[in-house]
């Protein structure tokens, strides 16, 4: 053996040094430890050690020598006086291409059976901060989902994120799951946060199935969870993410949900003594949200891009309570799923005029633009009429535009319906939609760029007939 080699098993043998505090007060979630001040900041990882076995914990405050921890589960076994150790450098977790196909849990610990590579190649952390403003590349190409609505009125394209608001039971995982199959991109990394435990299998099996694990990895983290937990998932999420994004992949991230998330720093808030604002949420809801959702989006020169939908489950119905209010501002699109459109049969319930994509009109060519114009003008004249048509107070012939509007309802309604296996490229969804505008009777939307061409054939015919 080497001298080198030998030095190299000596480092890997010896231990670090200790550092060891104890428990002084337990109150709910609340452990305070004392010992700890000067070595411990905000963030640092800690393992309480008591009587039936071993706690982890985060420090998520701080108040003169006594510092206020928080379980990676809960302090059931703990008591005064136990003693509390340091972890140094336990805020890492080591991704790899060995991670696709495979589901972790909030600390990246696996939860199925795969094999790992043995040597990572780098590491990353669960807290970084967002590249700056000019470190990004522009948001890139129109990202083809395969979803009719989707790709008609509210594209996506790479790098851009976007927030699907939805109260429960509309839809929302049928949709990620969706998304997740037909998009194109190199790795899709899932969050499901907060989830019910029954639910992470049958989406993971039947909703997402083998086509979309095989190149996916899953983080999950259920509602049973300590808050931490819940909350670290988020991060673990977006730390694999940038990830492969460093490695120039193209990722889709989708993150179900936002909510889920922000109840869980609420509960770490009030456990830290912050006081309650907005429908009880603390200040740090309101902080810890932009720096989660900005570290999606376009990545620097050389690497790929994380382009994120982020689910918002909003309750009663109510789109403008505080979380989704705050996502929606932060947000580069957002996708509205309705319960009346879903209670009618058609999924996905995206309800079209409340939806909208902020990369509109620069991802669409102009002629696709058009079409969208015409079709979406459409929908808003028979929305607009639709209460008086249910009621039979509209007589046909009354108004052209209305006639045109509800000829075009009829067939684009259920055109839009798309079951879980369905796929559509967007060539065929943009000349569906053309040929029903045409066929409703409503002015043709590519008249003019038709005019145009046939003008250009003329000048350019003009100089050879002279000849």
């Given at each position: 053996m080497?001298?080198?080699?030998?030095?190299?098993?000596?480092?890997?043998?010896?231990?670090?040094?200790?550092?060891?505090?104890?428990?002084?007060?337990?109150?709910?979630?609340?452990?305070t430890v004392r010992g700890l001040e000067a070595v411990a900041g905000i963030g640092s990882r800690c393992r309480v050690f008591g009587r039936t076995g071993v706690v982890d914990g985060e420090v998520v405050g701080a108040d003169g020598s006594d510092l206020c921890v928080l379980p990676f589960g809960t302090w059931e076994g703990i008591a005064v006086g136990d003693p509390v150790e340091l972890i140094e450098m336990d805020d890492m977790i080591y991704p790899d291409d060995s991670w696709i196909g495979s589901v972790v849990d909030a600390?990246?610990?696996?939860?199925?059976?795969?094999?790992?590579?043995?040597?990572?190649?780098?590491?990353?952390?669960?807290?970084?901060?967002?590249?700056?403003?000019f470190e990004r590349k522009k948001v890139g190409e129109k990202l083809e989902t395969q979803i009719k609505c989707i790709d008609v009125f509210t594209p996506i394209c790479r790098g851009q994120r976007m927030g699907v608001f939805a109260g429960s039971g509309v839809g929302k995982s049928t949709m990620m799951a969706m998304l997740a199959r037909n998009t194109?991109?190199?790795?899709?990394?899932?969050?499901?946060?907060?989830?019910?435990?029954?639910?992470?299998?049958?989406?993971?099996?039947?909703?997402?199935?083998?086509?979309?694990?095989?190149?996916?990895?899953?983080?999950?983290?259920?509602?049973?969870?300590?808050?931490?937990?819940?909350?670290q998932a988020a991060l673990t999420?977006?730390?694999?993410?940038?990830?492969?994004?460093?490695?120039?992949?193209?990722?889709?991230?989708?993150?179900?949900?936002?909510?889920?998330?922000?109840?869980?720093?609420?509960?770490?808030?009030?456990?830290?003594?912050?006081?309650?604002?907005?429908?009880?949420?603390?200040?740090?809801?309101?902080?810890?949200m932009p720096h989660l959702l900005e570290r999606a989006g376009p990545g620097r020169e050389g690497e790929g891009d994380i382009t994120a939908l982020y689910t918002v489950l909003v309750d009663g119905d109510d789109m403008n309570e505080p979380i989704a209010d705050a996502v929606r501002g932060i947000v580069d699109g957002h996708l509205?799923?309705?319960?009346?459109?879903?209670?009618?049969?058609?999924?996905?319930?995206?309800?079209?005029?409340?939806?909208?994509?902020?990369?509109?009109?620069?991802?669409?060519?102009?002629?696709?633009?058009?079409?969208?114009?015409?079709?979406?003008?459409?929908?808003?004249?028979?929305?607009?009429?639709?209460?008086?048509?249910?009621?039979?107070?509209?007589?046909?012939?009354?108004?052209?535009?209305?006639?045109?509007?509800?000829?075009?309802?009829?067939?684009a309604s259920p055109?839009?319906?798309?079951?879980?296996?369905?796929?559509?490229?967007a060539s065929e969804s943009f000349a569906d939609m053309y040929r029903m505008i045409l066929e409703s009777g409503i002015e043709d939307p590519l008249r003019a760029f038709f005019e145009q061409a046939d003008r250009q054939k003329q000048d350019a015919a003009e100089p050879g007939a002279a000849a």
């Open positions: 080497s001298t080198f080699s030998k030095m190299q098993k000596a480092i890997y043998s010896s231990s670090s040094t200790r550092i060891i505090g104890a428990t002084k007060a337990i109150v709910g979630l609340t452990l600390l990246g610990r696996p939860l199925s059976k795969y094999a790992r590579a043995r040597r990572p190649r780098r590491k990353s952390s669960f807290k970084v901060q967002p590249p700056g403003a194109d991109a190199d790795v899709i990394v899932i969050g499901l946060i907060g989830e019910r435990g029954r639910e992470v299998q049958q989406f993971i099996h039947e909703d997402l199935g083998p086509e979309g694990m095989a190149r996916a990895v899953v983080v999950v983290s259920t509602g049973d969870e300590a808050p931490l937990l819940r909350k999420t977006t730390a694999i993410a940038e990830y492969f994004k460093s490695t120039g992949k193209q990722v889709l991230l989708l993150l179900d949900s936002v909510t889920r998330f922000a109840m869980a720093q609420r509960e770490i808030g009030l456990a830290r003594g912050e006081p309650p604002t907005l429908r009880g949420y603390p200040p740090s809801v309101f902080s810890e509205v799923l309705d319960r009346r459109i879903a209670e009618q049969g058609r999924f996905p319930a995206v309800d079209l005029q409340k939806s909208l994509s902020r990369m509109l009109p620069g991802c669409h060519s102009p002629e696709e633009f058009e079409i969208t114009k015409a079709a979406r003008k459409a929908l808003a004249r028979y929305a607009d009429m639709e209460d008086l048509i249910r009621l039979g107070a509209y007589k046909a012939g009354s108004d052209p535009a209305t006639d045109e509007a509800i000829r075009f309802f009829s067939a055109y839009l319906s798309q079951s879980r296996g369905d796929r559509m490229p």
